[in-house]
């Protein structure tokens, strides 16, 4: 991935059409509050640190003057080097046959309490273990770096901003879980588990998060893993990561028939002390409550609750009050002789903490509905055929399609519209601050446009998707070649992508909402997205490359959304990609039939 975009930091006067909130069949009827013109100033730095992002290509970013270090570029691993590691089965071997349509389907569905077992643990948490190297000469501006074997780069079935790998998973097991009680790190390049602490710890989340389960996995971010490239700019790149790691979590688990509600607002300072972290250079962004589970009330989590835990003895369990003892903390292993913080990084990071603020009403999740468009409605074909690949090989065979894009011969709209609808599908699962309905979230935080190029059917112009009648509705014409020119980098000729998909969001009244944790809550939400449409083109065979580094402002312009409150957040060019080409394909793990339909 690597985008921008463009945010205007004035509040401007809206259509009404713009406070509505848009329902499944179109049911939109409540008008949303005029947003506070002044904001509290987490919110502000929110937003001025968003502005900034959505402007860099027009205004550079502090530190100015940076050159990456390469020589000093630290480990795409979290290794522990004192921790007993456990071994996992293969990720995908046991994965059900799944259509990434039934999986989509599932996976905006409420949640269910089914505990999973360790080979369902195993196949979410492969989503960022090593699947094989490849590489092969492309337009990339390290395409031949790759090349030597001292510079291998080995695939992962989930995208992330500049192939840096920034996330980290955790496992808080309670007595009830599927492996013995206690806290696990997975390791990615070992496809194990780290087991950093023996005995629950499940009441320190429960309380950080006002749910109760047995069963936890914790998302957080390494800051450094993506900083040492994008300084200033990682924050906006590393929340997307989260929400494209989330996306492969919801999609694998629905596979195995689990459906999960994340939890984005919970008490940092608790859930980092709990995986031991230290919340500033590492941070936890989401905590995926499995198995039963319920809410919780503040008596219930006012750090009076006892629990059982086992000494790292193995002697008999005792019982302790919350906060558990911690021994020694664990050596991780860092390459980088020297880490470095951005101001601006810390100042936006901070901004998004709420500590024990109580969880928003499920109704303030409106504020980030978005109005329908208007304009010439184009029905798209029904999207309900099969695809060529399931959501195992879409997972395995999921690449950036660096400069291999043609736009000979040109997309199907049954293609395109197919993925359009699989990635809007996810888009409509549900969160603890958004909950699902029976039929997923009746407003989503996110819309897709697609600006279409070279796509049967269609003319060369914008298009808003509309999700619940899998509609486009026209919008103004484009000049597709004018958009390489707002395109910072050389691994793509813009004009070969067969279209170019925008995934908006409406971020100023989200963080008017939420404060500064809005921000982060719908960069999450647009990375989920971004890693469905990474499968959906890929088990359609089609080629597919996420993109940060495109001019936020020029675009929101083509669109006609630049004087309104949405924002264009990613961008992800698709179509056919050119062959044959010469490469080499060194897959670790390659399932039996590669699940080939």
């Known amino acids: 991935m690597n985008t921008m975009h463009q945010l205007h930091d004035h509040d401007q006067n809206r259509d009404q059409d713009h406070h509505h909130h ?25 937003l001025d640190y968003a502005r900034r992002m959505f402007e860099r290509q027009r205004v550079p970013l502090p530190p100015f003057g940076f050159t990456v270090d390469w020589a000093d570029q630290p480990s795409k691993h979290k290794l522990y080097l004192d921790a007993p590691r456990l071994p996992l089965p293969a990720p995908f071997a046991d994965l ?21 077992d360790l080979a369902t643990l195993a196949a979410a948490l492969g989503c960022y273990s090593l699947t094989g190297r490849r590489t092969e000469p492309n337009w990339n501006e390290d395409s031949s770096r790759k090349l030597a074997s001292q510079s291998a780069v080995w695939s992962r079935p989930t995208p992330s901003g500049g192939g840096m790998y920034p996330a980290e998973s955790y496992l808080v097991v309670g007595d009830d879980g599927p492996l013995p009680a206690g806290l696990y790190h997975y390791a990615t390049a070992q496809h194990s588990l780290d087991r950093l602490a023996v005995g629950s710890r499940c009441a320190e989340l429960t309380r950080a998060t006002g749910v109760a389960a047995q069963l936890y996995l914790v998302g957080s971010l390494r800051f450094w893993k993506n900083a040492f490239k994008y300084n200033s700019f990682s924050y906006h790149v590393v929340t997307q990561d989260m929400g494209a790691l989330l996306g492969s979590w919801r999609l694998v688990l629905a596979a195995h028939g689990l459906a999960v509600e994340p939890l984005l607002w919970f008490d940092e300072d608790l859930v980092s002390g709990a995986i031991e972290v230290d919340g500033q250079t590492e941070a ?14 503040d008596d219930e989590t006012d750090g009076e609750t006892d629990h059982k835990a086992v000494d790292e003895t193995g002697d008999e369990p005792s019982t302790r ?3 558990l003892s911690r021994g020694e903390p664990h050596r991780v292993w860092e390459r980088s002789a020297r880490v470095r913080t951005f101001p601006l990084v810390e100042e936006v990071h901070a901004a998004a903490l709420v500590g024990d603020e109580p969880r928003p009403e499920p109704g ?31 997972l395995q065979r ?30 409509a699962g549900g969160t603890d601050v958004a909950p699902a309905g029976p039929h997923g979230r009746s407003h989503p935080w996110t819309r897709l446009w697609v600006l279409a190029n070279q796509v049967d059917g269609l003319e060369q112009r914008g298009y808003a998707y509309d999700a619940d009648s899998h509609r486009l509705i026209a919008g103004a014409p484009v000049d597709f070649a004018e958009l390489q020119r707002y395109y910072a980098l050389t691994n793509y000729s813009v004009r070969e992508a067969a279209a170019l998909v925008v995934i908006t969001g409406r971020l100023r009244p989200l963080v008017h909402a939420y404060g500064g944790r809005g921000y982060r809550m719908l960069s999450i939400e647009v990375g989920q997205n971004a890693q469905a449409l990474y499968l959906a083109a890929t088990a359609r065979r089609l080629g597919v490359g996420a993109v940060l580094g495109v001019d936020n402002l020029a675009v929101d312009e083509m669109l006609g959304i630049d004087d309104t409150d949405e924002n264009s957040m990613l961008f992800a060019l698709i179509g056919h990609e050119r062959g044959p080409r010469a490469g080499y394909d060194h897959t670790i793990r390659r399932p039996e039939g590669s699940r080939q339909r």
């Open 321 to 323: 009050l919350l906060p």
């Open 364 to 394: 303030v999740a409106s504020a980030g509905a978005i109005a329908p468009a208007e304009g010439e409605e184009i029905s798209l074909p029904p999207g309900t055929d099969p695809a060529d690949l399931d959501l195992a090989a879409s």
């Open 398 to 427: 999921r690449h950036s399609s660096f400069g291999l894009l043609s736009a000979q011969p040109p997309l199907s709209v049954a293609d395109l519209g197919w993925v359009l609808s699989v990635t809007a599908r996810i888009g």
């Open 284 to 297: 936890p962004f989401v905590v995926l409550p499995l198995g039963a589970h319920r809410p919780v009330t």
């Open 22 to 46: 848009h329902h499944h069949h179109h049911d939109l009827v409540d008008v949303l509050p005029a947003a506070d013109p002044t904001p509290p100033a987490d919110a502000q730095t929110a």
């Open 96 to 116: 059900p046959p799944t259509d990434m349509n039934s999986a989509a389907r599932r996976a905006a569905a409420p949640p269910g309490d089914t505990m999973p």
